[in-house]
């Protein structure tokens, strides 16, 4: 019987042990394209060439990262202004000097599960990774 726990223990150690680096690289890849997705809309959006970010720069961002297998339904933007306007109009582009910030979360979905076989209490599936980050508009309006 000792041996028989003694095995399930080892067992459960050694899938621990190989797994636990795979689902970690995951996470840490998920946070670094959502990071740089973040920078890169906010380096477009808020350009002397648009002023905002639109719904369709949404769209092929969640299309982007789709490409790197992230279910487009679970992509949140959250988008905000120093000044309080709505950055998301095209009409109507943040001018220069304001400030544009973008969040962008996704769900860690089950990925910590595993961490439960040793007794670790796993992220719940519906707490969200995100990236954040804040840029000045440089849009000036052309004569």
């Known amino acids: 019987m000792k041996q028989i726990l003694i095995f399930i ?3 459960a150690m050694l899938c621990w042990m190989m797994f636990s680096p795979i689902y970690k690289h995951i996470v840490i890849v998920r946070g670094a394209v ?10 477009v959006g808020a350009s ?12 092929e961002s969640k299309e ?18 120093t000044s309080g306007v709505d950055p998301t109009i095209a ?7 304001t400030g544009i910030s973008l969040r962008i979360s996704y769900p860690y979905e089950q ?11 796993p992220i719940p599936a519906d707490e969200r990774m995100a990236a954040y980050g804040m840029k000045m508009s440089e849009y000036v309006p052309r004569s």
Not at 72 to 79: A, H, R, T, V
């Open 9 to 11: 223990l080892f067992a």
């Open 34 to 43: 959502l990071q740089q997705e973040v920078d890169y809309l906010l380096e």
């Open 48 to 59: 002397g060439a648009y002023g905002y970010i639109s719904e369709d720069m949404m769209t």
């Open 64 to 81: 982007r990262l789709a490409k790197f297998g992230l279910d487009e339904n679970k992509i949140s933007y959250e988008l905000a202004t």
């Open 91 to 97: 009409s109507a582009p943040i001018m220069r000097g």
């Open 111 to 121: 990925l910590f599960l595993i961490d439960s076989l040793i007794g670790i209490t």
